[in-house]
């Protein structure tokens, strides 16, 4: 039987994704972030699933990356799971293989931000019957087109946004190179001005 390690970070707007895996008898990690402790837990897993916030560089516990591309030899050989913004780029430049997001909205500052109109009820439905779909499919051998046709009957404004910006890659996709700046510098350098 496999076995499968979930890293999802403590933060209530993400909660909605605690649907994908509770009750399953997975590995949880949701506070303990050092690096060298999830990468033994990753080596000792087969499947990983990744969930929260994050951006280009990464999955993110608020604004300390978590795993970041000093992962990818750790993560390069397991079924993956990646639920967070842009976490397509991440799995594009490394070439790791399986099902991922996009930007994905799930909260109203997010679709503000992409400039789409959504209520805050339609954004929960969103969140609820995304996450229902992805647990009946993780892992399944047609996972990205399985979870589409589940999540695709709804039509709102948020729904159609985030279909078109669900994926998925084979083993054997080769990478895709971007020319994103490094976002975890950014990041730093602003948190040592004492900007955030």
């Not at 608020?62 to 967070?84: A, C, H, M, R």
């Amino acid at each position: 039987m496999k076995t499968t390690l979930v890293i999802h970070p403590a933060d209530p707007s993400t909660d909605f994704l605690k649907v994908i895996y509770e009750g399953r008898n997975f590995t949880e990690v949701t506070t303990n972030f050092e690096p060298n402790y999830l990468k033994k837990l990753i080596m000792n897993h087969d499947r990983i699933v990744m969930l929260g916030h994050g951006f280009h560089h990464g999955l993110l516990n608020y604004y300390q990356t978590i795993i970041d591309k000093s992962f990818v030899p750790f993560l390069n050989t397991k079924e993956l799971v990646g639920i967070w913004c842009f976490a397509k780029t991440f799995f594009d430049e490394h070439g790791l293989a399986g099902f991922h997001t996009e930007m994905f909205i799930s909260e109203s500052m997010e679709a503000a931000m992409m400039g789409v109109k959504a209520t805050e009820g339609e954004i929960e439905t969103s969140n609820l019957v995304f996450a229902k779909a992805v647990r009946s499919y993780l892992f399944h051998s047609d996972c990205l087109n399985k979870v589409k046709l589940k999540y695709g009957k709804l039509n709102s404004d948020v729904s159609k946004y985030n279909f078109v910006r669900l994926n998925y890659r084979e083993v054997n996709d080769p990478p895709i190179k971007n020319n994103l700046p490094d976002f975890g510098n950014i990041l730093k350098n602003i948190l040592s001005q004492g900007k955030l």
